[in-house]
């Protein structure tokens, strides 16, 4: 086996792992506010793309398309809450499981009947021919992915910490009643969080569908994968999902060429069983206090 | 009691022979294999409402094991040449296997955590199955013989035969189980994993046991689909399955055996539904009619949220305009079991059978069944003989939170046979210190010594099985159990009874004696005619009683009661005292936790109390009060130059005896 | 500025507040004292919203609160440092602070400058929170986490303050402390309701009293007259005081 064969396999799976990541920040944003995630997150991934993609056929550049498929992301997010997400919170069951579950199949079937079952492929301006760095060659599409990752995790993270609002994000997570008592209103903001994720899910798709095509399943892997990041990388550590991120697109990328293409999933859901097990709050997570 | 056997038994045999009957008479194979199908979704099923319903727990791999039990029967018969009975319990073994080996790790983890372990084992055996193709053929399918059993062929009326008969076997062993202390248990976990602890029922091992359970359920069933179809694909057992399967449970309704039976008649019936247009029409429209009059009425009568009232007649109108404007609703398969899920969930989220269940109870006057009588409290409280030696022994005993040091060096000694009063004003350390021996917390450092050994630390469990017992200063409850079941889950250390047996219904001699033991301890605390209603219906004094009367059930000899006077008005704290006095009688220790100071002197020998996590003065009550570090603590007396008093905070001062 | 009529609340089953009235006017240090469980905190919990009353009247400033969010309630002038402290521990001192003032700062930027003249007039009032600004609010001791409590009420400038059980589990010499704020808040004319457990020292800041039991009011006045009371210093120790 040749050294150089490996290290372009790490590379281009790594930058993979970046969009499993991104998928997984989606994760932690709502997790961090409400201690709920969205079971149907992929399908938000895939919804969005698709949406993009209609976009794109109506004509509109680029430029104009991404920020409007961002917010078309960030109003699904919204709609997640409110359907799903909001009254199981207020009854203080765990109901948005199921719940959010069965609203990313209600997305899955309704986009299977509009745009059809095929996959199809999604036009992009960034050029999609290998250059060569260092030895390794990535296309431009890939690197366009890490930089869009970086640039909207950066963003966000920004964002949580130099602004009031996502001081308030914080507060909120650390203790709802304080943040209340502060005027600090918890519905909006895990709606905010909501829409944020609904966000980040939709430039997860715009940024994978020229490498993956776009197709109702397209996302059914990614979130699987991104499930797995989220996990081991401990569901309140963003630094913790870029870094298990790139680790688990390189593990997968080698699975695939040593084992089996069909067997790259295998990696990532054998961490998640193994992780949890061995550390439930995940490897960057904080540790929580039983209180009675 | 006549009446209700007959009902329910009545009702339940009077199904099974129409079940068994219908292919003498029906001669359709279309139908026989429906029925078959339902019989094998009725054992997966049940195997599946064991988590979702008993654990409360969203299970997301019960589509895995019916797909690893199929295979698992498939290649013991194509590889071994196993017979039918070999096999199917082959198939339910692996279930058994793999669930047990999945729940350790995934037990730990409550919630979404929980759902994604499961959902990545899911996704696990799908890979497996598609990828593994020397062993399972891959996509391409395998084909399975359908074996003799017992050197018989069985026909398509055979084997119909054959699953029906498992489902009632499944259907009586998960009744017996459900009803035993087991079935209790399982219940009991969902409502408060620490109580479980407290009592000495270890919350892991009874979640790993009712998964591993669920899960060779769903093996089992798997082996019969095998039997069924003759031929297995690996796209068959993903995602779209365990959908539905939820479908059925949440639908049919959660915790029941019927609820499991009317889910599996939904499944299977669901997809013929779906192919007929005209039929899918007429059955949105009665949903969409049953939404709304549950909205309207919810609305009316204010019981429900808006949201709850509204949602579903949404989701149930977006089925009915799509069943109008859709020409192929087979298309749009996924959606409409979305909707359908989604407004049950949100607006009947107790499922048809919850709502048919409580309906039909009223509609028939059904009785519940009849009680025994209690017995004297001696017999379930044997007098303990108490030497007024040391019981339990505190070393130093630390415990720092972040920055604040909540117990910070406390050495104390409770003797046997005491009631020993711990108070202090608010934040002064009390909680923290009985969270610490009762192994909720492990000590930052410092001894904890119980009848002279090492009392294990942090860990609920194991210090409960050590004869210490307690109550909690804000309630822990199983709040959906009755009292009597509260009661009786504590019992479960103490009539043991093994999983084989339970299943198989011997063990109603124990299950009878638990049951006195309880209602004995719930007339000792004054709730024996509360005895049958929901704990969290009870009212708050009660509610109170009740976790003593619990705490009682595993015949402790050290008895903590985390300020059982909270709360409570002038007559539940007279009936307090009385109480306390005749557990005391039974020679039990007690280490008792309070505010208001009258039910303190009282009732104890000795009192230590405590401020900012130090003891400032220990001794009787009379003495105690009189001290004037005591009434500093709590009334903030006048202050001396600061600097001075801070320093003399830092030594113990014990009164002189 | 603030009106309690007739409060009615509780958790789930179990009424914990059984009718309580008070009155706090504008610029003075009302105490309310009791022994535990009698319901002061629960009261200041329906007043801030955190718990939905279930009967009776909560207005500040004229108008009426009862049943809204807490969030609403704090936008209308009410700050509230609860009991136990909680603070935001993964957050610093300072953005704790910041936090405090929430309603009254530009959301995104800007909002450091807007704060800049409270920050100081609190770390004034505490210059050991000016020491630690920049360290999370978790690691912070049980005296300081208090301060940072009172410090992140201040911020918000508001018109009525409820302050529950600041002696919780200090040690005397902080307590002292705490106590020594309080009074120089109210040389600056804070409108203030006192949760207390030390009632001694409550009664001595406070320019009036009520003495809560069992969820209902008992006796008010004025703390000298309530101090030779029988009932309040029963109130306290049960039978301890009054044997002796």
């Known amino acids: 086996m040749n050294d150089s064969v490996v290290a372009q396999m790490v590379v281009s799976g790594a930058l993979m792992g970046l969009v499993y990541a991104l998928i997984a920040y989606g994760f932690q944003l709502t997790y961090a506010t409400s201690k709920s995630i969205n079971f149907g997150q992929g399908e938000l991934v895939m919804v969005s793309a698709f949406i993009c993609l209609s976009l794109t056929n109506l004509g509109l550049p680029y430029p104009v398309m991404v920020p409007l498929g961002l917010f078309c992301g960030s109003l699904l997010g919204l709609f997640v809450e409110r359907s799903g997400v909001r009254l199981a919170l207020e009854q203080k069951s765990e109901g948005w499981i199921l719940l959010t579950i069965i609203i990313g199949l209600l997305f899955f079937s309704v986009s299977e009947n509009i745009w059809g079952r095929d996959d199809r492929p999604f036009p992009t301006p960034i050029p999609s021919d290998a250059i060569q760095l260092f030895g390794i060659s990535v296309t431009p599409v890939e690197i366009s992915v890490a930089v869009g990752v970086f640039m909207i995790m950066g963003i966000i993270e920004l964002f949580k910490r130099k602004t009031l609002l996502g001081k308030a994000f914080e507060a909120v997570s650390a203790d709802r009643d304080a943040a209340e008592l502060m005027g600090i209103s918890a519905t909006k903001t895990i709606m905010l969080s909501y829409s944020l994720s609904g966000m980040v899910a939709a430039l997860a798709g715009i940024l994978v569908a020229p490498i993956t095509t776009v197709g109702p399943t397209m996302a059914s892997a990614l979130v699987l994968k991104a499930f797995s990041v989220a996990v081991v990388a401990g569901l309140d550590s963003g630094f913790g999902v870029v870094v298990i991120g790139l680790f688990l697109g390189a593990l997968e990328s080698l699975t695939s060429y040593y084992v089996g293409s069909g067997w790259r999933e295998a990696p990532g859901l054998v961490l998640l069983i193994l992780a949890l097990a061995i550390r439930p709050t995940g490897v960057f997570g904080a540790a929580v206090i039983r209180k009675v | 009691m006549l009446k209700r056997l007959f009902l329910i038994l009545g009702v339940e045999a009077l199904l099974l022979v129409v079940l068994a009957v219908i292919p003498l008479t029906v001669n359709n194979s279309f139908v026989l294999g429906l029925l078959t199908l339902l019989a094998i979704y009725g054992i997966l099923l049940i195997g599946l409402d064991i988590t979702v319903g008993y654990l409360g727990q969203v299970n997301l791999a019960q589509a895995a094991f019916l797909g690893l039990g199929a295979y698992t029967a498939a290649l013991t018969v194509t590889r071994f040449g196993f017979g039918m009975p070999a096999a199917l319990i082959a198939a339910a073994a692996v279930g058994c296997l793999f669930g047990g080996a999945l729940s350790f790790p995934a037990l730990r983890l409550e919630g979404p955590q929980f759902a994604l372990s499961t959902l990545s084992f899911m996704a696990l055996t799908t890979t497996a199955l598609n990828e593994w193709e020397s062993l399972t053929g891959g996509a391409q399918g395998l084909q399975v013989p359908r074996p003799p059993l017992f050197g018989v062929m069985l026909g398509p009326k055979g084997f119909y035969w054959l699953c029906l008969i498992l489902l009632v076997f499944v259907w009586i062993a998960m009744r017996n189980l459900l009803s035993s202390q087991w079935g209790r248990a399982f219940e009991a976990l969902r409502d408060s994993p620490i109580a479980t602890d407290a009592m000495g029922i270890g919350t892991l091992r009874n979640k790993a046991a009712a998964f591993t359970l669920g899960s060779g359920l769903g093996g089992l069933a798997g082996g019969l689909y095998a039997f069924n179809f003759q031929y297995l694909q690996p796209q068959v057992f993903v995602y779209d399955l365990m959908v539905i399967l939820l479908l059925g449970v949440v639908l049919g309704g959660r915790k029941s055996l019927w609820g499991a039976f009317v889910g599996a008649t939904i499944v299977v019936l669901l997809p013929n539904l779906l192919s007929s247009r005209i039929l899918f029409q007429a059955f949105s429209g009665l949903g969409f009619l049953l939404a709304l009059t549950a909205g309207i009425r919810g609305f009316v009568t204010k019981t429900t949220r808006p949201f709850q009232a509204v949602a579903p007649v949404v989701a149930m109108g977006m089925l009915v305009v799509g069943g109008i404007f859709t020409s192929n609703t087979e298309d749009w398969r996924k959606a409409i079991f979305a909707l359908m899920l989604f407004a049950v969930m949100v607006g009947l989220p107790e499922g048809l059978m919850g709502f048919a269940a409580s309906f039909l109870t009223r509609l028939f006057r059904i009785p519940p069944p009849e009680l025994p009588e209690p017995v004297p409290l001696d017999e379930v409280l044997v007098k303990k003989v108490t030497d007024g030696g040391p019981l339990l022994e505190l070393l130093d005993l630390k415990h720092y939170f972040g920055g604040v040091r909540a117990v910070d060096g406390v050495t104390l000694t409770i003797s046997s046979g005491a009631i020993h009063g711990l108070i202090g004003p608010n934040g002064s350390g009390k909680s923290t210190l009985v969270n610490v021996i009762s192994g909720l917390y492990a000590p930052t450092s410092g001894g904890i010594l119980l009848h002279g050994k090492p009392l294990a630390k942090g860990s609920l469990f194991k210090v409960a099985q050590r004869g210490l017992s307690r109550t909690f200063q804000n309630l822990q409850l199983f709040s959906e159990l009755s009292a009597l079941d509260n009661v009786m889950v504590a019992m479960k250390g103490i009539y043991r009874s093994p999983l084989p047996l339970v299943l198989l219904g011997l063990t109603r001699k124990n299950e009878r004696r638990a049951q006195i033991d309880a209602l004995t301890l719930l007339k000792m605390v004054g709730l024996m005619d509360d005895c049958r209603v929901p704990a969290k219906d009870l009212p708050y004094g009660a509610q109170r009683f009740l976790e003593i009367a619990r705490a009682l059930a595993r015949r402790p000899d050290l008895l903590i009661l985390d300020e059982p006077a909270a709360g409570l008005a002038q007559p539940d704290i007279t009936r307090l005292l009385q109480i306390i006095r005749r557990i005391h009688d039974r020679g039990i220790t007690i280490i008792l936790i309070e505010h208001h100071m009258d039910v303190v002197s009282e009732l104890c020998n000795i009192v230590t109390v405590l401020d900012h996590g130090k003891i400032i003065a220990e001794g009787e009550p009379g003495e105690v009060k009189r001290h004037p570090k005591v009434i500093e603590a709590y009334l903030g007396g006048t202050v001396e130059p600061a600097g001075q008093q801070y320093i003399e905070q830092g030594n113990i001062v014990p009164v002189p005896a | ?244």
Request: glycine share 12%; net charge neutral.
């Open chain 3, 1 to 244: 500025m603030l009106t309690v009529d007739n409060l009615h609340a509780g958790y789930g089953a179990s009424e914990v507040l059984l009718g309580v009235s008070l009155t706090v006017t504008q610029g003075t240090v009302v105490a309310l004292i009791g022994p535990n469980g009698a319901g002061k905190t629960t009261t200041m919990r329906a007043i801030s919203g955190l718990l939905k009353p279930t009967g009776g009247e909560i207005s500040i400033d004229g108008r009426q609160v009862q049943g809204m969010d807490a969030s609403r309630i704090a936008k209308l002038g009410l700050a509230h440092a609860p009991e136990g402290r909680k603070v935001f521990g993964p957050l610093s001192v300072e953005d704790n602070l910041l936090l405090g003032a929430y309603c009254r700062l530009p959301k995104f930027f800007g909002f450091l400058g807007k704060a800049a003249h409270d920050l100081e007039r609190v770390y004034e009032l505490f210059p050991r929170l000016l020491e630690r600004r920049t360290q999370s609010a978790g690691t912070l001791s049980g005296g300081e986490q208090q301060m940072l409590a009172i410090g992140r009420a201040l911020m918000a400038n508001p018109k009525v303050m409820l302050m529950d059980e600041p002696s919780m589990g200090l040690a005397p010499v902080i307590v002292e402390e705490v106590f020594a704020i309080i009074n120089r808040l109210k040389e600056t004319g804070i409108t203030l309701l006192l949760v207390e457990q030390m009632a001694k020292r409550a009664l001595e800041v406070a320019d009036y009293a009520y003495v809560m039991e069992r969820g209902r009011i008992v006796v008010e006045g004025k703390p000298a007259e309530l101090q030779k009371d029988e009932r309040v210093l029963s109130a306290y120790l049960g039978s301890v005081a009054t044997a002796e």
